[in-house]
């Protein structure tokens, strides 16, 4: 079938669906012994997991194990009870379907193991966080206490479940378990007060008196041994190899303190536990036809260990008290009625402790919220019995159990084939045994076992086991599942006794003897014990015997009718969810490992039906689902169907299955469903799916993650325009306040401007303020940096005057400056300039030319200077005269205007006119002498030196011409002192005295080429060009 399996299958088939010979039970059991041989204890039919009690501790349930379970897919690995709760778990998530997994098989077939492992499994599955954990602590530590007061070693099962227990994990929408609930069933409490040879009581009895505290043990009265007591010692087999009763007791006391009982309520369950050993102990003794207990002492300890008074347990214990008429008559009982009260005392009060400790569970298991979660159940319930003498509690188990088998004929067998049928797909109906006719045969109205054995316990007169029995033949003995010692054929009546009816029920034959029924049935305490227990101080037995039961008038529903109603609800419950199987086979009944008995094993694999349900799974299909569901789940796989299709579903799954490449004898379109024959097909578009799941949620992710930015976004948006809008009305009454500001700066500028020429006013005040500043800025950027820099910043009208004084300030300043970096030589030669500019300027044209020159003190040739030492410093030069200026100069004679060469020297004393060729002097002429000095106003040379006569005697002015005329004349008025006497004549002539007191006129013109020579009128004529 599949490649993968194939390979997987290691030892025989891991499906018997995979089995070639698939009608043939030979094959079947072969490939069960081949894997148990192997310690493959688990093999799947389809979905339903087959599971064989090893009787041996393999590791194959351990952390790892449970790792490589996890989200894989069912037929992805060999087959394990991990599987089918992962299966479950994920279809609970999945697909939000309330799950059940159905336990079944007879006493010691591992079904309370099993139903152990898949909590394990859901424990370590789910999500971890300290509620949940709480929880799942609880749901796994419910387990110990319940196995110790409801399991009990039997001869089939060393931890045998005496009692049905289905209990529902709740699971919040994360997958994690939040609560649970615990339903209870029929308590087989006749073990209470007797065991079979070779069997216990329930454990919790050998546990507390095995505890070991001594403190404890005087607590309650125990001995420390259990084979002291009556109640624990009839099956004398007190020694369990496989069972440590004192490390029991403590794994119990560890899992009371995590559910939640207190110390008061577990002194309070221990006390009770003791009683009940204690009321086993009592014996009676009779003395004329009222018996009497043999050992008050031992009343006296349990009337303590309940907190009631000894006296109200003694008489209830030996009286009983009848209502005739309105009238209480109270009448002793005989020995045999004493044991009859004790022993319904004792299962009455450990009966009802028992569902007392399940409700208390199921409060410590109560979800904290009330949030709608998804359930799912465990069903671990008696399995078949088949024992040497059965009585009422084995009718009661069978009867479930034959309800059991019909539920599961309903699921699979039967309602898989009406399926097929109503969906129109072909098939051919396979044949299997439906059980239902048992079923009517126990419970159907009025002629079923139940109603007749009520009618029997109802009915006044004298009923009795034996009239029960006569009315079931008489009105059911045709039916061909019963038989009875009257109805059987004559060898078969040889195995049946007049005691006895046999049921053919769907597991195999079994002999009820109906001693005790319709007293279990009736389930009756008398009155005065239930009296004397609802008046005790234990906080259970006063809880358990409410005192408005004993007012109560109504005749309590029998336990056959009350078993039959709480079958009815459980089947209710089961059938609303979705049901996994899990059947479990005993390899062999001596609970050894290793061997297996082909017969006890053919038989149970025959009446569990695994042969029928391997018939219709093969020839059926693995795996349905209405259209609508499919299409839900896998529409993503196709382009064409996602994300909607518009037409029919039907429509929308064909092209599903078409583009998912579907066989043809992979498939069939039914009317609602499809039908897919092979688990791989649909394991294979399971594992595209959860590929594509990545995807869409990526998609998903990114729509989501966009749709909450552009949120973000949007809102940061309308956040960011909100700051803007007042930043900007900030700005803007910032901006109207400076602009304002400005305006009347500015209007108050203009006013200033136009009260400006008026004296200063407060119109004015700052525009005034405002000019004086902003023109000594100017000033401050534009003032001259350079004496020669004459240009000044033009001052407003207003500070005409201050511009003025600044102006010379600057000037003055620069002035200093410039002062105070020159030489004292350029200082001289300034002062001469300063000179010369005072006598030349705006007079002589060649004034102008002169100013670029410095002046220079020597202007002899270098001939001239060996003269000048030799003869002039050294004869004619006074010793304190200081030479001031030598130059050559040319005289006219002052007769005839000759022209002569001479040398000028001027001294601070005498103006020393020299020969040029030997320096003789021509002219001396002291200052003193000097009246004046005559030049023209043009650009000639000439420059007169008037003399006064009478100290020059006749000689006249001296003519003389020098090419630095303003130099010459500039050093002699300032060696002189003379400056005030230097004349310009711009007349054009200029006179002066010609030797002998004679007057010469010198005339000046204007000329292109300059020329100095005597005219023919007898003067002297200077031709000056202009400059
Ligand atoms: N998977 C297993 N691995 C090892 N031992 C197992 C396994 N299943 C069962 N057993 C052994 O078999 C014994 C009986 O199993 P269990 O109590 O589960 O039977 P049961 O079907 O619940 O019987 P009952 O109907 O009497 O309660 C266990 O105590 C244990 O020793
Ligand atoms: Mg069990």
């Known amino acids: 079938m599949d490649e993968e399996l194939h390979r997987r299958d290691i030892v025989g088939v891991q499906d018997f669906v995979l089995l070639e010979d698939f009608k043939s039970p030979e094959a079947f059991l072969s490939n069960l012994a081949k894997r148990f041989q192997a310690n493959l204890i688990y093999t799947y039919i389809g979905p339903v997991l087959v599971s064989i009690n090893p009787y041996k501790t393999l590791d194959i349930y351990n952390d790892e194990v449970i790792k490589t379970y996890r989200n894989v897919n069912f037929y992805e690995l060999p087959p394990h009870i991990f599987a089918i709760a992962d299966a479950a778990y994920r279809s609970m998530r999945g697909e939000n379907r309330d799950q059940c997994v159905l336990i079944s098989g007879e006493s010691g077939a591992g079904k309370t193991e099993a139903s152990k492992k898949i909590l394990q499994y859901v424990a370590a599955t789910s999500t971890h966080s300290s509620d949940v954990e709480r929880v799942k602590d609880r749901l796994l530590q419910s387990n110990p206490i319940l196995e110790a007061f409801g399991n009990a070693k039997t001869n089939r099962n060393d931890n045998s479940s005496r009692f049905g227990k289905y209990m529902d994990i709740q699971f919040n929408f994360k997958g994690a378990p939040v609560g649970g609930h615990i339903l209870n069933y029929l308590l087989e409490k006749s073990r209470v007060v ?29 001995t420390g041994s259990p084979n002291d007591h009556f109640y624990l010692n009839q099956g004398e087999s007190v020694e369990v190899e496989s069972i440590d009763d004192r490390k029991d007791f403590q794994t119990v006391k560890n899992a009371l ?37 043999t050992d008050k002492e031992k009343v006296n300890t349990i009337a303590g260990l309940l907190g009631c008074e000894e006296e109200v347990l003694l008489s209830a214990l030996h009286h009983r008290t009848i209502e005739a008429k309105g009238e209480k008559v109270k009448s002793p009982l005989n020995v045999d009625q004493c044991l009859y009260a004790r022993d319904a005392l004792a299962k009455g009060v450990y009966d009802r402790l028992f569902t007392w400790m399940v409700q208390r569970i199921n409060i410590s298991l109560q979800q904290r919220g009330k949030l709608k979660c998804n359930l799912m159940g465990l069903l671990d319930i008696y399995g078949f019995e088949i024992f040497q003498y059965n009585s009422f509690e084995q009718f009661c188990i069978n009867y479930c159990n ?108 079994v002999t009820y003897n109906i001693k005790g029924f319709l007293d279990k049935n009736n389930n009756l305490l008398f009155r005065d014990l239930k009296a004397a227990m609802s008046a005790t101080t234990n906080i259970i037995t006063s809880q358990c015997f409410p005192k408005d039961e004993l007012l109560s008038k109504k005749r309590p529903e029998t336990a056959a009718a009350q078993f039959k109603t709480s079958l009815a609800q459980l089947m209710e419950i089961l059938m609303s969810k979705e049901p996994a199987y899990v059947r479990c086979i005993k390899p062999n009944d001596f609970k050894r490992p290793a061997i297996f008995d082909e017969k006890i094993v053919n038989h149970q694999v ?107 976004y949007l809102k940061m948006r309308v956040s960011a325009i909100m700051v803007q809008c007042y930043w900007r009305r900030y700005a803007a009454i910032k901006e109207r306040e400076r602009r304002k500001r400005a305006v009347e700066i500015i209007r108050k500028f203009i006013k200033g401007f136009m009260y400006r020429k008026k004296p200063e006013c407060d119109e004015n005040r700052e525009f005034i303020r405002y000019t004086k500043i902003n023109y000594l800025e100017r000033v401050k950027k534009e003032a001259p940096k350079t004496v020669l820099d004459k240009k000044w910043p033009a001052p407003p009208e207003l500070l005409m005057e201050t511009s003025d004084l600044l102006q010379k300030l600057a000037m003055r300043n620069l002035m200093l400056k410039y002062v105070k970096t020159i030489s004292p030589s350029r200082k001289l030669q300034l002062q001469q300039k300063v000179v010369a500019e005072n006598i030349f300027k705006g007079k002589k044209e060649s004034y102008p030319y002169s100013v670029k020159d410095q002046f220079v003190d020597n ?55 020299l020969n040029d060729k030997d320096f003789k002097t021509k002219d001396k002429i002291p200052y003193a002498l000097v009246k004046g000095i005559v030049l023209s106003s043009l650009t000639d040379g000439i420059f007169v030196i008037i003399v006064s006569t009478a100290e020059n005697g006749s000689k006249g002015d001296l003519i003389l011409q020098s090419d630095y005329v303003v130099e010459a004349v500039t050093k002699i008025a300032m060696a002189g002192n003379i400056s005030s006497m230097i004349k310009i004549s711009n ?11 004679k007057q010469g006129i010198i005339e000046f013109s204007k000329g292109n080429m300059y020329s100095v020579k005597k005219g023919k009128n007898g003067q002297l004529c200077v031709i000056a060009p202009p400059l």
């Open 194 to 222: 007797h065991q079979a040879t070779g069997e216990r009581n329930f454990h919790i009895f050998y546990q507390l008196v095995r505890s070991g505290d001594q403190g404890r043990l005087s607590k309650y009265s125990l």
């Open 859 to 913: 202007r002899l040739a270098a001939h001239h200077e060996s003269l000048r030492t030799s003869v002039f410093e050294a004869t004619i030069k006074q010793a304190d005269e200081k030479v001031l200026y030598c130059t050559g100069v040319t005289k006219f004679d002052r007769h005839g205007y000759k022209p002569r060469n001479r040398v000028m020297i001027v001294t601070d004393k005498t103006i020393y006119v």
């Open 402 to 509: 034959e309800k059991l088998q019909q539920l599961f004929i309903e699921l699979t067998l039967k309602s898989e084939q009406e399926e097929y049928q109503r969906e129109g797909i072909e098939w051919e109906p396979v044949q299997y045994f439906n059980n239902k006719i048992i079923c009517d045969l126990v419970e159907a109205k009025p002629v079923g076992i139940i109603a007749i054995l009520d009618e029997e316990c109802l009915r006044p007169g004298e009923p009795s086991d034996q009239t029960f029995l006569d009315k079931l033949t008489q009105t059911i003995g045709s039916h061909p599942h019963y038989v009875s010692h009257v109805t059987a054929d004559s060898a078969t009546r040889k195995t049946i006794s007049r005691d006895q009816f046999r049921l053919k029920h769907y597991a195999g034959d």
């Open 606 to 712: 025959k009446y569990l039906g695994l042969m029928e349900n391997l018939r219709v799974r093969r020839a059926g299909f693995a795996y349905r689902r209405p259209y609508e569901v499919f299409f839900k789940r896998y529409k993503s796989l196709c382009p064409a169907t996602w994300p909607n299709y518009p037409g029919p579903e039907k429509e929308g799954v064909q092209l599903l299955v078409n583009h998912l490449q579907y066989q043809d004898d992979d498939y069939r379109m039914g009317k609602t469903k499809l039908f897919i024959r092979f688990p791989r097909v649909l394991f294979a578009t399971e594992d595209a799916f959860q590929a594509r799941k990545h995807g869409l949620a990526t998609t998903i992710q990114a729509k989501y993650r966009c749709f909450h930015q552009r949120k973000v």
């Open 257 to 293: 303190d995590i559910c939640d009982f207190s110390e008061s309520h577990q002194d309070a369950l221990f006390s009770i536990v003791a009683s009940v050993i204690h009321l086993g102990d009592l014996e009676f003794q009779e003395d004329s036809g009222v018996a009497m207990v």
């Open 987 to 997: 007349n054009g002539n200029i006179n002066h005295d010609m030797m002998s007191g």
